[in-house]
């Protein structure tokens, strides 16, 4: 059996997430408060569509540029595929918004995404 130690201590991980090198890290704070506004307003529970309806009414209230349902090309070895991922949303045209309705985000939610970003050149 191995032990795993870390050096976090409160003071140190109260911030930790300031040391992250975060892509379009203000957007990501303004995205991610509209987030938690729907979150904390509808808990858990509801269908995708739902989540996605009322962030998007968060997102308006912000004035965060966004689209909806964006249709994206997918290349394959620089070729576009007739085959086109749909992003849920589209933030100020360059983070993609996949939203998941599940209890816990497993690999394969997380492989989804990466291999839409890295077919679609987003970061």
Not at 33 to 54: D, H, M, P
Not at 56 to 77: A, G
């Amino acid at each position: 059996m191995k032990n795993f130690t870390t050096n976090h201590t409160k003071s140190n991980l109260r911030f930790a997430h300031e040391n992250i090198n975060i892509f379009f890290r203000n957007e990501c704070y303004e995205i991610y408060g509209c987030i938690y506004s729907v979150y904390k307003k509808l808990g858990t529970g509801f269908l995708e569509a739902v989540y996605q309806e009322t962030l998007e009414i968060e997102l308006r209230r912000k004035n965060i540029p966004f689209v909806s349902q964006r249709q994206m090309e997918i290349l394959y070895d620089g070729i576009p595929l007739k085959n086109k991922y749909i992003a849920d949303l589209v933030c100020y045209e360059k983070i993609i918004i996949e939203l998941k309705s599940v209890s816990k985000i497993n690999n394969q939610h997380k492989a989804q995404l990466m291999n839409y970003m890295t077919a679609s050149d987003y970061k």
